[in-house]
């Protein structure tokens, strides 16, 4: 079915053009979803409390270094399915339309719906992101490594990897997590502790492997560092056995992340980082007042503004 324009500030309207292009027959598995929800961690993954940049806001992947970062390889994918919709409704911005279509992604794959709010806005070119951004590189989770590497809500949030599949051409690593790559399930934690992983013998890069239902599978080091480290193998071990609580804190967890570096104004842009940084206190302490479309009461201004 073709993309259609819908009204402005109808997001409804967008999640139902967004998964429309899901279908991607030729793509991998014949969705795009998981790498729709790629396009979102990544795109948020990046921000730092410290330095307060990054994160979702602006859309700065579509400018280099970001959009050269090999940890966002084959994000372009994610992207260019997703223009259509952009060119046929501008009044949303690239920050809103991605974010969007990771938390519609999960939850029409079966996944948790996800608390979602408009307000990002997009940098006007490269200079503007270069400037507001300063060096975002190196602040992706990298799946080579082991367990010093994932703290707070990562076992969560690695629960992604029950979507999609490592690309040898794009991050090295080569295979989907579990049989079923286009459902959201626990079935991630489920394998991780009942199958067991042996080293991978081929010429990538170190991972690890095993069959199931006749469909060769793959585990990353920092997924297993999930179940050799004390701390975190009692959150696999939970998750595996409750799938419910499992998708609870998914969506706060995404929802969390999704929002970091998002700063709205009383037009519509929640001040979140700055109040943050002011109080000194961690992102996830800081209090969030209110809910639902901010733009309520408010005009296009808001959602036409650009960093």
């Not at 929802?255 to 009383?266: N, W």
Request: aromatic share 10%; charged share 25%; proline share 7%.
């Amino acid at each position: 079915m073709p993309v259609q324009t819908v009204k402005e500030g109808d997001y409804d309207g967008i999640r139902e053009e967004i998964k429309k292009v899901m279908k991607q027959p030729g793509y991998d598995d014949g969705s795009a979803g998981p790498v729709f929800v790629r396009l979102a961690w990544h795109a948020s993954g990046n921000f730092s409390l410290v330095e307060h940049n990054g994160g979702s806001n602006g859309a700065g992947m579509r400018f280099p270094p970001e959009s050269v970062d090999p940890a966002n390889a084959g994000l372009h994918h994610a992207i260019s399915f997703l223009i259509p919709i952009q060119a046929a409704n501008p009044w949303i911005s690239h920050a809103d339309l991605w974010t969007l279509a990771g938390v519609t992604a999960i939850e029409t794959m079966g996944g948790p719906r996800i608390p979602w709010q408009p307000g990002r806005t997009d940098y006007t070119g490269a200079a503007a992101a270069e400037e507001h951004r300063g060096q975002v590189g190196d602040r992706l989770p990298d799946g080579a490594k082991g367990a010093d590497h994932i703290r707070d809500e990562i076992v969560a949030l690695s629960g992604a990897h029950a979507l999609g599949r490592c690309h040898a051409d794009r991050s090295g690593f080569d295979g989907p997590w579990v049989v079923n790559p286009t459902r959201f399930s626990n079935q991630y934690f489920k394998l991780l502790l009942t199958r067991k992983w042996t080293p991978r013998k081929w010429d990538g890069p170190f991972q690890y492997e095993a069959v199931v239902a006749g469909t060769r599978l793959m585990m990353l080091p920092s997924d297993m560092a999930l179940i050799e480290d004390a701390k975190l193998r009692p959150w696999v071990e939970k998750y595996a056995a409750d799938q419910d609580l499992f998708f609870k804190d998914f969506s706060l967890a995404f929802a969390k992340l999704i929002e970091l570096g998002v700063d709205r104004d009383d037009t519509g842009f929640a001040r979140l980082v700055k109040k943050a940084a002011q109080e000194g206190k961690p992102l996830d302490k800081v209090l969030v007042v209110g809910g639902g479309c901010p733009f309520a009461g408010a005009g296009s201004k808001g959602r036409e503004a650009k960093l």
